[in-house]
């Protein structure tokens, strides 16, 4: 799970809707963990909190531009994006989880070339739920780029967890299958098995899955992974099974093996018309059906031969 990525990506918020732009300045700009003398090497902030808690964290600022700039800084919920990327909220949407933990200062001014650090808290608030909430800390500059408002902002992860009983569990539904055949009748085809995969627990999990797709010939394998996923978080998955033979019955079996929690699976059984296969069949007895008409002809033909040879012979 710590091999997502740490280091948010600099995001580009349009209003209206437009192409991602650059920063609207010429500014250029990191934000790292930190203790109170300087940067400290951590990529992401990590910390279990008992609800009540409070503790002071620190981020560095490091102005890589040429000229002075004033930062805005927030903090906000996280989430993972459709590829798996780590990602927080925009600033037009509420945060109601890790992100209402964190308090920092609004606004900081950076000079050119310096690096300035800045001290916030993390408090986990009373009767929250045990498990992981998800946030992340960023610094901004917002500008407008011709007709459009562009807020460009860099951050990192917090990995925020509060103390309590943890349920790790996943689930797999919502499964499919589809069978791509090859026309010709003694080469296998191809199946896209495509799943859901469901965080059902309250700490975030590395699901490493496999789809096995049984045919009355065999059975064949792919990795079907669903990556990291956070609580209540879900990831539609494909996997592309080569080699298997589309003739009756096909069973595809997703099988989760999340690290540090249950496996789960889900199941789907379809039928396939092998019609190449059948199409073979069906030559093949025509052929067989025409050489016997064939024959039988030839049979008919030298008996009525022979006939009027004897009645010629007899007169």
């Not at 279990?48 to 981020?59: C, Y």
């Not at 896209?192 to 995969?197: E, N, S």
């Not at 889900?266 to 059948?278: G, K, M, R, S, Y």
């Not at 069949?281 to 008919?300: C, I, M, P």
């Amino acid at each position: 799970m710590r091999r997502a990525a740490a280091v948010l990506a600099v995001l580009a918020l349009l209003l209206p809707a437009a192409p991602a732009a650059a920063a609207p300045t010429t500014v250029s700009w990191t934000v790292q963990p930190a203790t109170a003398t300087g940067p400290d090497g951590r990529r992401w902030i990590e910390h279990t909190l008992d609800p009540g808690r409070q503790i002071t964290e620190h981020l560095a600022v490091r102005n890589l531009g040429d000229t002075s700039a004033v930062f805005t800084l927030s903090a906000a919920d996280g989430y993972l994006t459709a590829k798996g990327r780590f990602n927080m909220l925009p600033a037009d949407r509420t945060s109601v989880g890790g992100g209402t933990w964190v308090s920092v200062p609004e606004r900081v001014t950076v000079g050119a070339g310096k690096t300035v650090v800045v001290p916030f808290s993390i408090t986990a608030p009373v009767g929250v739920t045990p498990g992981d909430h998800p946030a992340g800390i960023a610094a901004s500059i917002a500008g407008r780029q011709g007709t459009v408002q562009v807020e460009s902002r860099v951050g990192f992860r917090l990995m925020l967890r509060a103390s309590g009983a943890l349920r790790p569990s996943v689930t797999a539904d919502r499964i499919t299958m589809g069978h791509t055949r090859t026309w010709n009748p003694f080469r296998p085809g191809t199946v896209q098995v495509t799943y859901t995969a469901t965080n059902t627990g309250n700490v975030r999990l590395d699901v490493p899955a496999t789809a096995q797709v049984s045919s009355l010939i065999g059975a064949r394998t792919a990795q079907a992974a669903a990556g990291e996923l956070l609580p209540g978080g879900t990831r539609e998955v494909s996997a592309s099974i080569d080699g298997v033979w589309g003739i009756g019955r096909l069973r595809a079996t997703v099988t989760l093996t999340p690290l540090g929690a249950p496996p789960a699976s889900a199941t789907l059984t379809t039928w396939v018309t092998p019609w190449p296969q059948i199409l073979v069949v069906a030559a093949a007895v025509l052929l067989v059906l025409a050489r016997s008409l064939r024959r039988r002809r030839l049979r008919s033909l030298l008996a009525r031969a022979r006939k009027e040879g004897r009645l010629s012979a007899s007169r």
